[in-house]
């Protein structure tokens, strides 16, 4: 059964690695791309999603809306001292030998209103069907429960990719990045009663794409696989820099999951992120304590804490390059 999709998406290298794999998935159909301010402030997000359709062409084009601006009530942090000021390491400037760009812009099919909007109307359209893919700050997705939550909890999941339950964060010590940059809407979406599935850190850390295998694809004829292979470039430039064997697959794992939930086992938990405090900032507070009388909290998604690595990135290497595995 195909799987329709929504991605919600602020790229970023690992944010671009994931839309390719829902556009080159043959059990999914992406009707839909909302563009966050988060890894790089909207608008380049926005730009980067029309240079990664001018590489797959997708037909049918899906439809895209730029969303948030900012957070939903701080000051914006991006990270663009991780992705470039480009979100994709600088290769928005690479040119052919004419003096073309080597990845140019494809003309969008945009929205006639926001992100929030395009995400209810999408909802309503497939009832039971639609899963929403969240890869960044759930920004859009708090303004969205805002202006249709009876729809948003008629979808067939809510992917979020974000938090950290029992592993230490990656941006402070406790939080991970899409929840430290706007908890306020993350923990508006965790309170709206929605289908979530949250992919934390706890598993994306385990799936690392290694650069032996980046290496052995740069040569393929495929443009998409040319183009994800020169984004993985950039992200592995940072993972030597902090010693590391590979690019740590956080966005990826979520579309996958959104495609395949079997990748991942899953925990109902009652989660909460923290708003306050300078320490705590965004931190997912997961309940896994034995229900009793005193403390009996409802668990309102589900938390994968454990993860087929293997198998995920045998899946994203084989949709992407049929036959390359």
Known sequence: MTVHLLIDTDPGIDDTLALLLALRAPGGRVEAVTTVSGNVPVAVATRNVARIFG?????????????????????????????????LGGLSGLTRPDGRPRFPEASLRLHPRDAADLIVESARRWPGELVIVALGPLTNLAQAVDRGAEALQRVRAVVVMGGAVAVGGNVTAAAEFNMFVDPESAAHVLGADLPITLVPLDVTERVVWPAGAVQHLRETPDPVARFAAAVAERGLDLARSFGEAGITMHDPLAVGVALDPTLVETVALPVAVETGGTLARGVTVADRRRPSPRHSSRPNCRVALQVDAARFLRMFEERLWPGSV
């Not at 037909?59 to 730029?66: I, N």
């Not at 969303?67 to 009530?73: K, L, N, Q, S, Y």
């Open 55 to 87: 590489v797959v062409q997708p037909t049918p084009a899906p439809v895209v809306a730029a969303g948030a601006a900012e957070p939903r009530v701080r000051p914006l942090v991006t990270a663009t001292h991780v992705h470039g000021e480009d979100g």
